[in-house]
């Protein structure tokens, strides 16, 4: 089954610790991206990659960090985690981004972080 | 600055009635349009897009129709079902080369309920 799949689905944690939520793909696509939930800002991104070795910020990247070492992968860390860090964060793949090529984005479920 | 706005929180519908879901945007290099839907404890999915050269298209019960002059899109499900309760954000994207290729924004996004 086609699926993009993150862990864990809740998370709690204090402030500084780092942490880091997995993301997995399964559909050999060359996008993935990063996005926070908050309410009454809807999503925002954070982070997205284009392809192997190759990410680039989105709205909100400050403090946090990304790698996509293989294509399959793309790991978001929280070096030192602070209260407006808690939030809803979805992964999301797709073979291409916006524009010409429009391709829809497929979502995890969702990890919800809460950090104290 | 929130370049893609849904200005109703929410939205309240009888069964068999027409839904209309509005967005406005303020980015004129946006090109590409669309509308996800998103379930409690689920990530959004695709539900319909639009490109910046038309101004309608339709999907069963959905059509999104696009204003460019006014910086508008709008969705529109008809009839109204209550299995389509849910948030529903709208996003755009610019085409791919420029500056924003790989950036998809979203709005706040808009909470129907469709009563029985």
């Known amino acids: 089954e086609a699926q993009v799949t993150q862990n864990p689905r809740y998370l709690i944690t204090v402030t500084g610790k780092k942490l880091t939520v997995t993301c997995s793909q399964n559909?050999?696509?060359?996008?993935m991206s990063w996005y926070r939930q908050d309410p009454g800002l809807g999503l925002r991104q954070i982070y997205y990659?284009?392809?192997?070795?190759?990410?680039d910020k989105g709205d909100v990247p400050e403090g946090y960090k990304v790698s996509r070492k293989e294509k399959r992968n793309f790991p978001l860390i929280l070096e030192s985690p602070s209260p407006n860090q808690t939030s809803l964060y979805f992964c999301?793949?797709?073979?291409?981004?916006?524009?010409?090529?429009?391709?829809?984005?497929?979502f995890g479920s969702g990890t919800q972080l809460s950090v104290l | 600055d929130q370049q893609v706005k849904q200005n109703s929180p929410s939205l309240s519908v009888q069964e068999g009635r027409i839904s209309i879901l509005n967005c406005d945007y303020t980015?004129?290099?946006?090109?590409?349009f669309l509308w996800y839907k998103k379930y409690p404890a689920e990530g959004p999915t695709f539900l319909i897009s639009?490109?910046?050269?038309?101004d309608k298209n339709e999907d069963g019960r959905f059509t999104v129709f696009l204003n460019k002059s006014a910086k508008h899109l709008s969705l529109h499900i008809v009839p109204s079902q209550p299995g389509d309760s849910a948030v529903y954000f709208c996003?755009?994207?610019?085409?791919?080369?420029?500056?924003?290729?790989?950036?998809?924004?979203f709005g706040q996004g808009t909470i129907l309920t469709v009563h029985p």
């Open positions: 996003a755009a994207s610019a085409d791919a080369g420029g500056t924003s290729y790989g950036k998809l924004t």
């Open positions: 980015n004129s290099m946006f090109d590409y």
């Open positions: 639009i490109s910046s050269i038309k």
């Open positions: 999301a793949s797709s073979l291409y981004p916006g524009g010409r090529y429009n391709e829809k984005l497929f």
């Open positions: 990659s284009m392809n192997v070795e190759v990410t």
């Open positions: 559909m050999n696509h060359e996008y």
